[in-house]
């Protein structure tokens, strides 16, 4: 008993406070800052050393929906790729991840996720999430599971993962979409009932990611099924996760 | 000479494993099975017209390998080890459906991995098992679980709430991991990021075990400070992972003051390894030729005062977890796997440990760090839930000395060294204990130095047999709380 309230004192407060004011530390990589001027000469290698073909040049650009952040370009690319902590990454529309050097942190921010007043309308205090892992190496996962632990506690904005996509508004999907997964997910997504959202989780979900060459993947679901949230990474910071959906549901 | 003897990491010419006829390559595995070695990979290679087969014996007391091979032609048959064997069961099933070389009699040549590509359709419609009698249902559970979590499918034959049988089918996560080292072979940065993300809760686990054998296949040379570097991030990504599962199985019996203080613990230590190298579950530290960041002195301090911290929460966490009643009346006698059965099956890893079974690489065949600083292995006997969970808090705190002792010794030399081309024509393995068990690669160069296969062993390959009969006669409500015991991968096996 006495151990117990030790051990209650020691945890103590664990939720982050305020979550919208909350930093990550430095060494994080987040939001690439580009700068074409120093290009020249880096970005064509940048290009090949790229283990996901995120980056294009003239004028060079960084695919955030394919980046995995591993942040070789950083060291080949002479200054002109940095990659800043910023993590708030996420985004409704897949072309605004296409970063260029003229695109700088707050017109990204500001303009990537739209918040639509209908969803905020329909899910701005309760959204409740199933998640499928379809070929999830069980990097995002965890981070998703992290989102709703004592330190980030997204439970306190009414967001939860349930167990039963009937209980669910919206599925969230991880993994490059293995073939063997792509039945059972459409399965999962057809018993959501409407109105549902659709978030695609880290660089493999949204991109393919490191399989996008696979012959086992199969991602004709998204041919056929819109993606209203793009969360970058690899896996994205918890952070990344809830500033998304915060600025989706517009709170 | 009937085996190559070699060690973990020692790369040889592929000419000296010695290939064998099947019928005394089979003999010479058994008699070397019964004087205390087990398999620690069972792969094919395809070749021109026919496929090779390479078998690897550990011999953990002398810190040996011996490997051998033999050649089939396209569509042939050998007689199934399995029968005096059981270890070999899986590993004779995934080398069917990968190159249609049928083991035969063998026991259950139900498929690896779910509709994978290589045998018969015919074969490939499996049935499972069914029990019939009353009162016996079915409960079938997945692919998708209830949680956030990696799917499978999970089939219960019950009697009433007892599980008599459980049958587990794999292979939803399939990626085609093998193929992708090969077609990438020209894209060393690529294949780096591949292997972390075999499974991507063992990061460091599977980095290292890539970079050590691609270092050793082109004899390139890593710094004291690079390994003192990988070996502290191997032990962290232990330490996070054991604090998650301790925090996950007081949840699943509702304890939810354990659940939240080792989730919070665990938060700490993975913010660590993100301040080392960028990424929470350590992306982009590894290289081949070394690593890519450096721990440097306020690092340092950092680190020592997180893990001072922690080794005193985790001792109190651990002393009121353990000393709860409701908690130990869920874990004690629990998914009980026998000594007997741990070595029998070839259980790894943790679960072994806590069965009994004294394995751990870094002890057996020491790799990076370990060669400088031994590890004592740990056991338990009891192999329940208790132990299960148990020898985790005891490995955290094994974990948090080795790291306090490799950051207190003297770090000189370069980060990455610069890597060398590959040795063309060689072999070889490398072993390493990630926190969930036992990892094992293989790798094989053609005559250009390029790799022309690489096998990957997930310890979850040997262990999700143990789960399966660890449930028998158990409540199917604690199946998640057995399941979670061992905490098995889903993208590490299916690859
Ligand atoms: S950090 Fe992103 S863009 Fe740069 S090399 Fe890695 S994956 Fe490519």
Known sequence: MFDLLKLRIRHGKQAIPDIRKAKVMEAFRGFPIIDETRSWNGGVGCKEICPTGAIDVNPLRIDLGKCIFCGECEKFSDGAIKFSNQYRLGSSKRESLVIASSKIFEEFDNTAIEAKKEIHKLFGRSLKLRQVSAGGCNGCELELNAASNVNFDMGRFGIDFVASPRHADGVVITGPISSNMAPALKDAYNSISEPKIVIAVGACAISGGLFADSNQINRKFFDEVPVNLFIPGCPPHPFTFIHALLDFLGK | ?495
């Not at chain 2, 779910?114 to 029990?131: H, P, V």
């Not at chain 2, 789960?467 to 028998?472: D, G, M, S, T, Y």
Request: proline fraction near 3%; hydrophobic fraction near 40%.
């Open chain 2, 1 to 495: 000479m009937s085996w190559c003897e070699i060690k973990n990491l020692q790369s040889v010419p592929l000419d000296e494993i010695p290939q064998l006829e099947y019928s005394s390559l089979k003999t010479k595995i058994i008699e070397k099975i019964s004087e205390g070695c087990r398999v620690v990979q069972f792969f094919g290679d395809k070749l021109k017209d026919c496929v090779a087969l390479y078998i690897v014996l550990a011999d953990d007391e002398q810190s040996k390998l011996f490997a051998a091979s033999t050649l089939f032609s396209e569509g042939g048959s050998f007689e199934s080890i399995t029968p005096e064997v059981q270890s070999f069961h899986l590993f004779e099933r995934e080398f069917y459906e990968q190159f249609g070389i049928k083991p035969v009699g063998h026991p259950w040549l139900k498929p690896a991995r779910k509709g994978i590509a290589g045998i018969s359709s015919e074969e490939n419609q499996y049935e499972f098992f069914t029990m019939e009698g009353e009162e016996v249902h079915e409960v079938g559970v997945g692919p998708i679980h209830a949680g956030i979590i990696e799917p499978g499918h999970f089939r219960f034959s019950c009697h009433g709430e007892q599980i008599y049988h459980l049958e587990i089918e794999l292979g939803f996560q399939h990626r085609g991991v093998e193929d992708l080292f090969l077609k990438n072979k020209n894209k060393p940065e690529f294949l780096l990021n591949l292997s972390e993300s075999i499974t991507g809760d063992t990061v460091i686990g599977h980095a290292g075990t890539f970079a050590r054998a691609i270092e050793s296949l082109g004899e390139t040379d890593v710094s004291r400070k690079s390994i003192i570097i990988r070996t502290i991030a191997s032990e962290l990504e232990r330490i996070g992972i054991h604090l998650g599962d301790l925090s996950a199985l007081a949840g699943d019996v509702a304890y939810l003051t354990g659940n939240s203080s080792f989730g919070a613990m665990r938060t700490k230590i993975i913010n660590s390894t993100m301040a080392i190298c960028g990424s929470r579950f350590g992306h982009s530290l590894i290289a081949v030729g070394g690593v890519n960041y450096d721990i440097n002195k306020e690092l340092k301090e950092n680190i020592s005062q997180t893990l001072n911290k922690l080794e005193e929460d985790v001792e109190l966490a651990a002393e009121v977890l353990f000393s709860s009643s409701s908690v130990l009346a869920r874990f004690e006698k629990t998914g009980v796997v026998s000594f007997e059965t741990a070595k029998e099956i070839g259980l790894v890893g943790p679960a072994a440990r806590a069965s009994g079974v004294a394995l751990d690489v870094r002890t057996d065949h020491p790799y990076d760090g370990f060669t400088l600083f031994p590890v004592h292995k740990l056991t338990l006997k009891s192999g329940d839930v208790f132990a299960r969970a148990y020898i985790r808090y005891v490995e955290i705190i094994q974990s948090i000395k080795i790291i306090r002792e490799l950051l207190e010794s003297p770090v000189e030399g370069e980060l990455k060294k610069p890597s060398n081309d590959l040795l063309p024509k060689r072999f070889v393995v490398s072993m390493s204990e990630g926190w969930r068990g036992e990892i094992v690669h293989a790798g094989i160069t053609d005559e250009e130095g390029q790799l022309k296969r690489y096998k990957i062993k997930d310890p979850s390959f040997n262990n999700w047999i143990a789960v399966a009969l660890a449930v028998r006669n158990n409540g199917i409500s604690d199946f998640p709380l057995c399941n979670k015991s061992f905490n098995l991968s889903y993208s590490g096996f299916d690859l």
